[in-house]
């Protein structure tokens, strides 16, 4: 088993930066942590892609936070990060950390945080 924690999250006025960190911890000897990813929920939204890596570092941006988001991780510390920038009222959202976990012998399975609240205010 792999639990995934963030951090990070906040309240921020606009124009303002957060960086959310998330780190996986668990059985990581016998499982490999392969793509981490943020995603968002805002109120009365779906869950939707933020910002997702490849194990070699290859990131993929919602366009909505393009050139304002970076993603980037620390494959020895299986830990991901979210350097927000610019941040607007409509990226207020709890922000999930999700990984891609390969198992030996049974495949892949997605794990996710539990979440953390970030408020902008305008």
């Known amino acids: 088993q792999v639990q995934l924690m963030e951090s990070g999250g906040g309240l921020v006025q606009a124009g303002g930066s957060l960086r959310l960190s998330c780190a996986a911890s668990?059985?990581?000897?016998?499982?490999?942590?392969?793509?981490m990813g943020w995603y968002r929920q805002g109120p009365g939204k779906q869950r939707e892609l933020v910002a997702d890596?490849?194990?070699?570092?290859?990131?993929n941006y919602a366009d909505s936070v393009k050139g304002r988001f970076t993603i980037s991780r620390d494959n020895a510390k299986n830990t991901v990060y979210l350097q927000m920038n610019s941040l607007k009222p409509e990226d207020t959202a709890v922000y999930y950390c999700?990984?891609?976990?390969?198992?030996?012998?049974?495949?892949?399975?997605?794990?996710w945080g539990q979440g953390t609240q970030v408020t902008v205010s305008s």
């Open positions: 999700k990984a891609i976990i390969a198992t030996i012998g049974r495949g892949r399975y997605d794990s």
């Open positions: 668990g059985s990581t000897l016998t499982l490999t942590v392969m793509d």
């Open positions: 890596i490849t194990k070699s570092g290859s990131a």
